[in-house]
């Protein structure tokens, strides 16, 4: 059994190979005194019983019951221990410290024993729930370095020693502070990884105004406007941190979102095509005027048209005049249009949110 302990301590998986072994029919111990044990006493008959169980916690309720009914009996050390490895085998951690305490309390226990009490309290303290306590693992663990050490045990329990040493220096190292589920999808939008940023945003709160926010930021770096804007909306509505974003948010509609009623093309569209025809207009205006007087003539030619040439001048001008009238009419009525609908969108946002 202690060979079995140890090497499952040094191969990563301690606790199974006690409760195999604690469960073994071959169960058993070669550390007590062979002279001890033969003696006549009257708790033998129920030590031998309870050493012979093949289940663990019937194994752990016999012993139990033999502390308490033979409290001087020359088992009890022994008794304790197979408590304690009972229970660590079943991983109560806390009632491994409580037993341990008193199987080590025997100034007669061998040193073998002692050293994996030592070390199974040792870890105990590393993987408890309720004791889990770092100084005080490493305190079982240097004393059972000691007793390794002056009983010149197999190399096995050094090497189990020095693992448990490393598990604590491990834990004791100050870890980095834990970033929130917010801030992760944040750091994936700052990596330009929109996609992923956004689909971390989808499964978080959509009632926070910065999950809002930077969804709505990542879905209009993806180009999907019409999901990003209520987003944008709702976020610059439930807080004035992110008052801006009702500005992306309508910059977002009026160049990529809106549609007119009429023609349904867009905003952008729309403008665009009405400056273009403006300025073919100016430039035929113009092209007419100057083929019939930009060019050369003599003074006597010129004195005869020069009246006329300034009053189609005046008038080409008053044309054009009025064409970017039109032009400006034209964009400020669409811009009136999508301006309404924007508005309508804001509304929507409001009632989502109940403001």
Excluded: C
């Amino acid at each position: 059994m202690k060979k079995a302990l140890i090497k499952a301590i040094i191969g990563g998986g301690l606790i199974l190979a006690a409760t195999q072994a604690l469960g073994s029919k071959t169960y058993s111990y070669t550390t007590i005194d062979e002279a001890v044990f033969a003696q006549e006493d009257h708790s033998q008959a129920e030590y031998t019983k309870a050493m012979m169980s093949t289940s663990i916690d019937e194994k752990i309720r016999l012993f139990e019951q033999f502390v308490v009914k033979y409290p001087n009996s020359q088992f009890d050390k022994y008794a304790y221990k197979e408590i304690t490895l009972g229970y660590y085998a079943n991983k109560n951690y806390d009632k491994v410290i409580i037993n341990s305490d008193k199987a080590l309390s025997f100034n007669d226990l061998d040193d073998e024993s002692r050293a994996q009490l030592l070390l199974v309290t040792a870890e105990s303290y590393i993987v408890s729930p309720d004791k889990k306590d770092l100084a005080k693992a490493t305190n079982y663990l240097q004393q059972a370095k000691r007793v390794i050490g002056s009983a010149q045990l197999s190399k096995a329990y050094l090497d189990a020693a020095s693992k448990l040493e490393r598990i604590i220096n491990n834990a004791s190292q100050p870890k980095a502070p834990a970033v929130s589920p917010v801030d992760s999808a944040k750091n994936l939008y700052a990596q330009k990884n929109y996609s992923a940023a956004a689909d971390a945003f989808s499964k978080l709160d959509q009632n926070d105004p910065k999950v809002d926010y930077y969804y709505g930021l990542s879905l209009a770096q993806l180009k999907q406007f019409d999901k990003a804007i209520p987003h944008l909306l709702e976020a610059s509505i439930a807080s004035s941190e992110y008052s801006k974003a009702k500005d992306l948010a309508y910059n977002a509609f009026l160049g990529n979102v809106y549609k007119d009623p009429k023609s349904g093309r867009g905003y952008n569209s729309l403008l665009t095509e009405s400056t273009n025809r403006l300025n073919q207009e100016i430039n035929r205006i113009n092209k007419e005027w100057n083929d019939k007087y930009a060019k050369e003539f003599t003074d006597e030619e010129w004195a005869k048209i020069e009246p006329e040439s300034k009053r189609e001048r005046a008038a080409a001008d008053a044309r054009i005049a009025q064409l970017k009238k039109d032009a400006d009419a034209y964009g400020v009525n669409l811009k009136k249009d999508a301006d309404t609908a924007f508005e309508k969108l804001v509304t929507d946002a409001k009632k989502r949110i109940g403001k």
